[in-house]
Every structure is written in structure tokens, then in C-alpha cells.
């Protein structure tokens, strides 16, 4: 539906409007892209705000992994430390968040001489762990996230509780188990009428315990090939264990030889130094071996992180200066929406909808401010 027409919304005052596929379910569209694209990427974001960055630089996908969820909500590492209603109700957030943010952006700032821009809202695909238990418990997080609007969800073989693929000491639950909760996740989307992805990942290539006598490599390799042959993956995954392209390539290899239609998807993964590979993998080149689905996992965190620690170390060291640097390296940006809080938030949205709907008090963004216009946000 990214045919360029543009629909009215009752969300919007007269005479703007959206993308038309803004009606398309996300899950639909998720698939619509892995048809077309040689791969889709989506970058890793653990809030509403980091995946609004994603969507305004139009990222075909955004990654909500469960690491980034742990880190940005708890303060802590990826050892199944939250439960399955935190993080369905962060991807719920965050879908409403997109859905807003694409009637903010549509509106522009009119005063501001800031014109519409008319995005395109990207579906979220959301880490589901091990399940949080059960099939039950299973059953229980997929119509959470169906209900939330997740394009696709990926669920993992450990054992509960779970830990980060890139951490010592995995266990693996017996593949029947992990087909049965495949089968639980989609027979919940498929009642709630639902299309939304199901990928099917396996840790057997680093795990330490696990009911065949098969490890490593080969073991990832004999998951992938018993989940695909239950028909109910869309993608399959092996989580590895460095930037190594030769475990990626026989995995897709091997895999390929049975069905030869398998889709896979892979984890650039933010464990892994890929400055220090000489030759790293590259996205053409994972989207040519059937990997149509790519993402950092923790790709906001570690920039938001390296942006904070140099503010706030220039804060310690440089006092109110840094914070004066800070705003001119912003303002030098010709299309950077987060420069102005306001704008980014949707201020001149609400104010001008606002008005169609006769809300009270709306008063003027600017009306208090005696700052020349150069010098406001």
C-alpha cells in the first residue's frame, strides 16, 4: 500500500492527511515487506521515543528486543527479569506512540513554516523470550501482543527463566515443547484474526544442556529443520555466538537444502565487536543467503548511552558550556525533529486539533516567550 495516496483522518484538522496504509494491520504489512525487500532491517529500540526516531528515518521495521526492554525499564541485564505483561504494555506503548507520531509529523508546525511530513509507520517486532513459562503462559503474552498490534514476535527453545543468547550457561527445552508453543503462539493470532509473524529461535549452537547428545552448530541446525517442519515458523533463527559469516552461512546452507524457501532471520547482534572483524558480514550480502530479516538488537541503547555519557561528562568538566555545545551541534542539524522538544512531541498538532474540537485553554506554545524566534525550541 506505499503507492503514495494519502487519506483524511478525523485525528487531523481539516486539510492534512496521512499515508493511506495507516488502515493496514502492521503484521500484514511486516509480511508485505519481507515479500519485497531482499531484507528488512530494523534497528534495536527499548522506548516510544528511540522507535520514533526509527519511523522518522524511515526504517522499514523497528526491533524491540527484550536485552534493550531490560536495560531501558529495569536498569538490568536479560535474564527474564520482567514479566510478560511489562513488556507486551512497553510494545503496546510504543505502537501507540508510532500511530500519534505519524498524525504529529502529518501536521507539521504551520507557524513554525515547518511543513506536513507524511510517514509510513513501521511495524514493531517484539522479543517474547522463552513465553514466561507454559504454552499457557504462552497463550496468555501472544494475544497481549496481538492486541497491542506486534507485526511479529519471536520466541526462543531455553529453558524458563531464559537468559541473553550472548551469556554463559543455556539450557534448551525439548524441541516438542518449543513446537508446542510455537503452535499455541499462532493458534492465538490465527483466533484473534490476527496474521501477525511467528520466528522461531533456537540457542543450540552455545548452549551447555540440552536433551540431544548433538551441540553447537549442528544442533541449531537439526531445531531449525524440526520447527520448520511443523509449518509454523515464518523465520527461523540461530542465535550466534560471534561476527563469524561461516556459522551463517552453513546454517542458511544446510538449512536451505530441505527447504529450500526458508526464511531466516539474524541478530547483528550489539554483543559482538564488529569494528574488530577485518571482513564483517554485510546486509546485502545476509539478505543473499535467505536472512530477510535484520536487526541490532541494542542499537539505541548503546548511542543514546555514548550521547548521555559525553553530555553529562562535559556537564562534570565544563559546566553550563557543554550544555551551549550540546545545542549548537543540534541546531546545525537541518532535519533533526528532537532538536525541538516541542515540535517532536506534536505540540502544533494538539493546538491546531485541539481547536477543531474546541478544547479549552489551548492558549499559544509561544505566546509566553520574549525570546527572539532564533532563539526559542
Keep these: 500500500m506505499d503507492d503514495g495516496r494519502i487519506h483524511p483522518s478525523p485525528l487531523l484538522p481539516e486539510g492534512f492527511a496521512v499515508p493511506a496504509s ?23 529500540v527499548y522506548d516510544p521515543m528511540t522507535a ?22 529495569l536498569g538490568t541485564t536479560d535474564m527474564d527479569l520482567y514479566s510478560s505483561t511489562e513488556i507486551a504494555d512497553g510494545a503496546r506503548r510504543t505502537v501507540q506512540a508510532l500511530r500519534k507520531f505519524q498524525l504529529t509529523m ?25 513465553g514466561y513459562g507454559n504454552v499457557f503462559n504462552v497463550q496468555r503474552t501472544a494475544e497481549l501482543y496481538v492486541n497491542a498490534g506486534v507485526a511479529a514476535a519471536h520466541l526462543e527453545d531455553q529453558v524458563t527463566p531464559k537468559r541473553c543468547g550472548h551469556i554463559a550457561g543455556k539450557a534448551l527445552v525439548p524441541a516438542s515443547e518449543m513446537i508446542g508453543k510455537l503452535r499455541m503462539a499462532r493458534a492465538v493470532a490465527d483466533d484473534l484474526g490476527s496474521d501477525m509473524a511467528i520466528i522461531a529461535r533456537t540457542d543450540g549452537v552455545s548452549a551447555v544442556d540440552a536433551p540431544e547428545t548433538t551441540r553447537g552448530l549442528d544442533l541449531a541446525i537439526e531445531r531449525a529443520l524440526r520447527y520448520l517442519d511443523s509449518g509454523i515458523p515464518d523465520l527461523v533463527w540461530a542465535e550466534l555466538p560471534t561476527s563469524a559469516r561461516g556459522p551463517a552461512v552453513r546454517f542458511a546452507e544446510e538449512v536451505h537444502r530441505r527447504f529450500p524457501d526458508a526464511r531466516f532471520a539474524f541478530n547483528y547482534s550489539s554483543s559482538f565487536r564488529w569494528d574488530k572483524d577485518p571482513d ?6 545476509l539478505g543473499a543467503l535467505g536472512y530477510r530479516f535484520i536487526f541490532i538488537t541494542l542499537a539505541a541503547q548503546h548511542s543514546a548511552s555514548l550521547g548521555s555519557a559525553r553530555l553529562f561528562k562535559g556537564l562534570r568538566e565544563r559546566g553550563h558550556e557543554a550544555y551551549v555545545a550540546l545545542q549548537r551541534e543540534e541546531w546545525a542539524e537541518k532535519d533533526l525533529p528532537t532538536k525541538s522538544h516541542h515540535f517532536f512531541s506534536g505540540v502544533p498538532y494538539h493546538q491546531h486539533l485541539g481547536k477543531a474540537y474546541d478544547a479549552s485553554r489551548l492558549g499559544d506554545v509561544r505566546e509566553h516567550e520574549a525570546a527572539p524566534e532564533d532563539a526559542r525550541v
Excluded at 520514533?52 to 525499564?73: L, N
Excluded at 501536521?107 to 523470550?129: A, H, K, N, Q, S
Design 22 to 44: 495507516r488502515s493496514e494491520r502492521s503484521s500484514t504489512r511486516f509480511r508485505r515487506l519481507l515479500d519485497e525487500r531482499p531484507y528488512v532491517f530494523a534497528p534495536g
Design 52 to 73: 520514533e526516531i526509527a519511523m522518522y528515518e524511515r526504517f522499514d521495521a523497528v526491533y524491540f528486543s527484550g536485552y534493550s526492554f531490560a536495560v531501558g525499564y
Design 106 to 130: 502529518a501536521v507539521g508546525d504551520p507557524e513554525g513554516g515547518i511543513p506536513p511530513t507524511r510517514l509510513e509507520i513501521p511495524p514493531l517486532v517484539v522479543d517474547m523470550d522463552a
Design 280 to 285: 564483517p558480514i554485510s546486509f546485502e550480502e
